[in-house]
Nanobody, 124 residues
Framework: QVQLVESGGGLVQAGDSLRLSCAAS????????MGWFRQAPGKEREFVGA????????YYTNSLKGRFGISRDNAKKTVYLQMNSLKPEDTAVYYC?????????????????WGQGTQVTVSS
């Protein structure tokens, strides 16, 4: 069993940067494939990006590539989402998720554990 807790969300202005953290509890964190998703009001949950257990492979949805960065610190059992040049359309609740199978996917139902989410609001 893995519990995930996101933090770092808040209200920022367009063009600002923000770093979200997702702290995990439980064993074998380094074997979990970790993903970030977001959900804006009235929209479906959207894949943001993901990182393999070792951190050696990182994946992004094309529209966010270049602005967002994902990293992890397995010693701290934490995964990060660095968001730069934020836009109002980035406003959403951001979730991290863990997948027991360390293989890439952007499909939300293929993740086994979810955090409660953290709100990011970008004002224009």
């Amino acid at each position: 069993q893995v519990q995930l807790v996101e933090s770092g969300g808040g209200l920022v202005q367009a063009g600002d940067s923000l770093r979200l953290s997702c702290a995990a509890s439980g064993r074998a964190f380094s074997t979990y494939f970790m993903g970030w998703f977001r959900q804006a009001p009235g929209k479906e949950r959207e894949f943001v990006g993901a990182i393999s257990g070792s951190g050696g492979n990182i994946y992004y949805t094309n529209s966010l590539k270049g602005r967002f960065g994902i990293s992890r610190d397995n010693a701290k059992k934490t995964v990060y989402l660095q968001m730069n040049s934020l836009k109002p359309e980035d406003t959403a609740v951001y979730y991290c998720a863990a997948r027991k199978t360390d293989s890439p996917t952007g499909i939300s139902v293929e993740y086994d554990y979810w955090g409660q989410g953290t709100q990011v609001t970008v004002s224009s």
